[in-house]
């Protein structure tokens, strides 16, 4: 071939391969069990010495030496940046607290919003003709007629949990009727000088199904490096969590289910009906989290559940308190959806709260 189309012809197959090379990767990083063994890989080189720091004059390595040392101390001192931000956290969650409260108001119906409060000024997109304005209040006004009227915003945090997948994987069909009566969620922070820690307090108007009106998940956490790995530091980590007890009405705990089995005797050759009780699948298993003991080692399920459990906590606290109203109407979902293997991930584990055979993944740390 002339060499001008021999070129020609190389180009073209080395896009091809270039392409071909790039969907093979893209599916591979898709791969749950390539990425958990490239962990596994990159986990076991941490610490891991290099052939050229080997091969430094002691006199080099001495100063190295030195030089992590400093960096030990940066690490001390991104400590104490952590712990004053959440000295701030705590400080504006004060300011906000009024806005919460006035939201739950509104939405169990204690507190009717003025007119001039109701206002909203619609997007370019969302404008309508006064025609359609119109139209639009009178089909309203015919629906009103037709309905009682509702009382304050019926099932916001139902809706909520419904509109986001990573809390509607966690939810049962069974567990919807309780959530039904969820009237707040608030996060509240340990008091100055205390541990670090955090709270979700989910509050319930009284119901059929439990007499308990609050129902309470703490988060304790670590903001200081570790003294056996102290490069590890990257800001705090959540090191336990403690749940509440539910006081269900009797007959109405769904986190347990009954099965009735037939055994055959061996001898006689009879027939009987056993029945036992079992855990079932439910959201409300994220109140009653494993004990995490004190030497920290875990089994790999109750790892993967607790993993899940931080991930959550997290999550509620830090997207769905604050910005409750656009995850019921959904317009902040799509903000949610841009790192999409991030939100799949999260959504595996969040299914695997509510159930009881679960992933295997441990964060080194949620926030920030």
Known sequence: LPPVQYCQISE?????????????TVQMMQNPQILAALQERLDGLVGSP???MESLPKVVKRRVNALKNLQVKCA??????YEEVHELERKYAALYQPLFDKRSDIVKAAYEPTEEECEWKADEEEELTEEMKEKAKVEEEKKDEEKEDPKGVPEFWLTVFKNVDLLSDMLQEHDEPILKHLQDIKVKFSDPGQPMSFSLEFNFEPNEFFTNTLLT?????????DENDPFSFDGPEIMGCTGCTIDWTKGKNITLKTIKKKQKHKG??????????VPNDSFFNFFTPPDVPESGDLDEDSEAVLAADFEIGHFIRERIVPRAVLYF????????????????SLCVMASSLSQTSEPSHWPSHVFP
């Open 76 to 81: 001390h001192i991104e400590a104490k940046f």
């Open 50 to 52: 290099s052939g050229y």
């Open 217 to 225: 998940k703490t988060y304790k956490m670590r903001s200081e490096p």
């Open 12 to 24: 073209d197959e080395g896009k091809e391969t270039s392409e071909g090379t790039r969907q093979l």
């Open 268 to 277: 006689r050759g009879t027939v009987r009906t056993v029945t036992k009780t």
């Open 329 to 344: 109407t959904g317009e902040a979902i799509e903000d949610d959806d841009d790192d999409v293997s991030t939100h799949h």
